[in-house]
């Protein structure tokens, strides 16, 4: 019975923007997290292939898409500025005068790279039409 009433509290109209605000705050979390792992990874290659970069690219694009499917475009908003807003702050000089992104190939690439991938994350966001969207409305 327990399980019944919390989802008919899930169902209240007072009860939708609450959990809606905690989606788009767990998500703008989870940019902010994929924006660090990304900043720490991209250096990183074997030989000339910097697998580092492709993967916090790749990572960038789908966690913006994963948000959009599961909170709409709303939630892939919040991981795209999260996401920008970290990389915003690492591009500022630290107080021991070095820099978090090198003025380099990668960190260019990664800088302008996460940000269309975030991009193209929010404009795909809902597109697809989802089971759960679909029920949902």
């Known amino acids: 019975m327990s399980g019944d009433r919390g989802s008919d509290a899930a169902r209240t109209p007072r009860a939708r923007p ?3 605000a905690g ?3 767990l998500a703008a979390l989870v940019g902010l997290v994929c924006a660090l ?3 720490i990874v991209h250096r990183h290659a074997l030989g000339a292939l910097p697998w580092g970069l492709a993967l916090a690219l790749a990572t960038a694009l789908l966690v913006t898409l994963a948000a959009g499917e599961l909170g709409g475009r709303t939630a892939a908003l919040a991981v795209a500025a999260a996401y920008a807003l970290l990389l915003l ?3 500022g000089q630290r107080g021991e005068g070095d820099y978090l992104i090198a003025s380099d190939l990668l960190g260019y690439a990664y800088l302008l790279g996460g940000l269309v991938a975030v991009g193209i994350g929010v404009a795909l966001a809902g597109r697809s039409g989802s089971a759960a969207r679909r029920t949902a409305d």
Request: charged share 10%; aromatic share 0%.
């Open 37 to 39: 792992a990304g900043l």
């Open 89 to 91: 702050v690492a591009t």
């Open 18 to 20: 609450v959990l809606r």
């Open 23 to 25: 989606a788009v705050l």
